[in-house]
């Protein structure tokens, strides 16, 4: 009796950890173009009617989680300017490799419907400003969604974290930023190995707490500063430049910020962009109009808190619903354009693209809900004056530009969408935390069926490389 009793519990245990390992169906391919084979970057992998959902990375990779309970639902693979791949969850065929044609709609024919509808880019622009109300989510809503942060010079990684984190939002029509909550769940990957002896960082943070303008790098000793005064003053550089708050509060989040006061989208938006129609693209049998953004009278500036952020151009294109006007897609890029900031931009960078930012979205409900962000700015860490300019009586740099700054990344994915008013009302009782850069908790298991960001082959190297330079580092 006892054996038979054991033998029902094992075999009652392995069934229940064979449904456990079964739970979530792994999707995972590579895209590639019909025509070049090259892979297609930022196609959108989803689950029809669902918030289930990933991108390709820049091989044209990904892997996506489903639930059981989806495996007879139909699998989208779409991006802008191809025709879409469909099929049955459970019909996948991962040994194959998921092949995207071309699918462009005439702008002439396009044009030439008699319809009272804009016909220029900035006339277009405009209507998709005006419809943003209509487009973007009307109630409050919370999203689930992976963080990838990293940094690097030019050679190797020097700071990557990842992380779960929360977006909560009472909805464009509530305005202020202050309805726009973070909360960074748990960290998957911390690894750092930035040094702490940056006095650069150390200048700007006395400067701040101080208001002595006059204080320079030069005027301190790196023998006289704790090195915790030092890490929170990296931090407090960290949380400036990069937090995640500042991402998605800021003016950086052109179109759910579009109704803040001195909004980049805003009121006058024509005073710093200039819009041009392009062609008309499809995407899922959608047709969407291609506009290119190109700069205009005044330039275009960040208006960060003690640092030069001003003197920028933009360029780039926008995606906006040839139906609805939703803006499905923003790819944005400031370039230094005042004599000042490009002067700044090619002496402590080498170059003059100081932003790039792209933003995505997913129709659900009718609504137009955030899928994915891409920001990548240099970020300096050693050098806070135009020393790199300078050079010895040979003429060679006495300095190596490459240590005076890092470059930043930071990815998010949203893969769940919650609008549950219980849920949403239990979880504002809680208290939020946006600070990428805390320690976080790490449970194995939460990770197992969270969705995440595929790395590249070229991050997973440097990624590998990084975590074992750790490693012998804590030895």
């Known amino acids: 009796m006892k054996n ?229 003053a990296i931090r407090w550089n960290d949380e400036r430049v990069n937090g995640v708050g500042n991402l998605l509060k800021g003016r950086l989040n052109l179109v759910r910020n579009a109704n803040d006061r001195n ?19 499809v995407e899922n049998d959608k047709k969407l109009y291609k506009i290119k953004i190109g700069k205009s009278k005044d330039f275009v500036g960040l208006n960060t808190e003690d640092i030069y952020n001003e003197g920028f151009e933009a360029e780039g294109w926008m995606y906006i619903d040839w139906e609805t006007y939703a803006i499905k897609k923003v790819e944005y890029q400031l370039i230094a354009a005042s004599d000042v900031q490009k002067r700044r931009s090619k002496s402590l960078f080498g170059t003059t693209l100081n932003h790039k930012l792209v933003i995505s979205y997913l129709q659900y409900n009718d609504r137009m809900y955030p899928k994915y962000i891409y920001y990548e700015t240099p970020k300096l860490v050693n050098a806070g004056d135009r020393s790199s300019d300078q050079v010895d009586k040979d003429g060679n740099p006495t300095q190596d530009k490459t240590e005076f700054y890092y470059n930043t990344v930071q990815e998010i994915v949203f893969t769940e969408i919650i609008e549950d008013p219980e849920t949403l009302t239990e979880a504002l009782t809680k208290k939020w935390d946006e600070d990428i850069f805390s320690p976080r908790p790490y449970h194995k298991e939460f990770w197992e069926d969270y969705n995440v960001l595929l790395e590249s082959d070229e991050e997973d190297k440097l990624i590998r490389d990084l975590s074992q330079r750790v490693s012998l580092y804590k030895q």
């Open 4 to 232: 038979t009793f054991l033998k029902g519990l094992l075999a009652s245990t392995l069934f229940i950890l064979a449904f456990s390992a079964t739970a979530q169906i792994e999707i995972k391919s590579k895209i590639i173009d019909f025509t070049s084979f090259e892979p297609v970057e930022s196609a959108s992998i989803y689950v029809q009617n669902s918030t289930v959902g990933t991108i390709s990375n820049v091989d044209g990779k990904f892997v996506l989680l489903v639930p059981r309970e989806l495996e007879n639902d139909t699998l989208i693979i779409s991006s802008i300017g191809y025709k879409s791949f469909k099929t049955v969850v459970k019909d996948f065929d991962a040994t194959m490799d998921v092949i995207l044609e071309e699918d462009i709609a005439s702008l002439d024919e396009v044009l030439l419907i008699v319809e009272n509808r804009p016909k220029t880019g900035n006339d277009i622009v405009l209507k998709a400003i005006e419809e943003i109300g209509e487009n973007l989510p009307e109630q409050p809503y919370m999203m689930k969604g992976f963080l990838r942060h990293k940094e690097k010079n030019t050679t190797e990684y020097k700071w990557l974290v990842e992380s779960a984190i929360t977006l909560y939002d009472d909805s464009y029509a509530s305005g202020a930023k202050k309805n726009l909550r973070i909360n960074v769940d748990e960290t998957r990957k911390s690894y750092d190995l930035r040094d702490v002896d940056s006095l650069f960082a150390y200048t700007a943070y006395l400067k701040k707490r101080t208001r002595n303008k006059k204080l320079r790098k030069s005027n301190l000793r790196r023998d006289t500063i704790s090195t915790s005064s030092l890490v929170n």
């Open 263 to 281: 909004a980049l989208f805003g009121e006058d938006i024509l005073e710093k962009h200039q819009f041009k129609l392009d062609t008309v693209l």
